[in-house]
């Protein structure tokens, strides 16, 4: 089992930034891809961001190229989700995942966090 806690949502204008953090426990962090995903109300959750166990590769929605990065710090368990340029089309909650191999697709990740809302004002 892989334990994960996502952190750092919050309220933020139009053209902020946010940082969002997602911390790991219960087995080596390493041996996982991770992912971010939101969901905004009413909507199905969509992929937001991946990136390989070692970090080597990252994947990003077209809605967030540019403006999001996704990193992860191994030695601390923990990924990172980093939001500038926020728009409130960005407004969600935002959720990571883990799995054995790195991918853009929801239904195929093994394990979730609890997520965080981030909210954008215009």
């Known amino acids: 089992q892989v334990q994960l806690v996502e952190s750092g949502g919050g309220l933020v204008q139009a053209g902020g930034s946010l940082r969002l953090s997602c911390a790991a426990s219960?087995?080596?962090?390493?041996?996982?891809?991770m992912g971010w995903f939101r969901q905004a109300l009413g909507k199905e959750r969509e992929f937001v961001a991946a990136i390989s166990r070692r970090g080597a590769s990252t994947y990003y929605a077209d809605s967030v190229k540019g403006r999001f990065t996704i990193s992860r710090d191994n030695a601390k368990n923990t990924v990172y989700l980093q939001m500038y340029s926020l728009k409130p089309e960005d407004t969600a909650v935002y959720y990571c995942a883990a799995r054995w191999v790195v991918s853009t697709s929801s239904g195929e990740y093994d394990y979730w966090g609890q997520g965080t809302q981030v909210t954008v004002s215009s």
């Open positions: 219960g087995r080596t962090f390493s041996n996982y891809a």
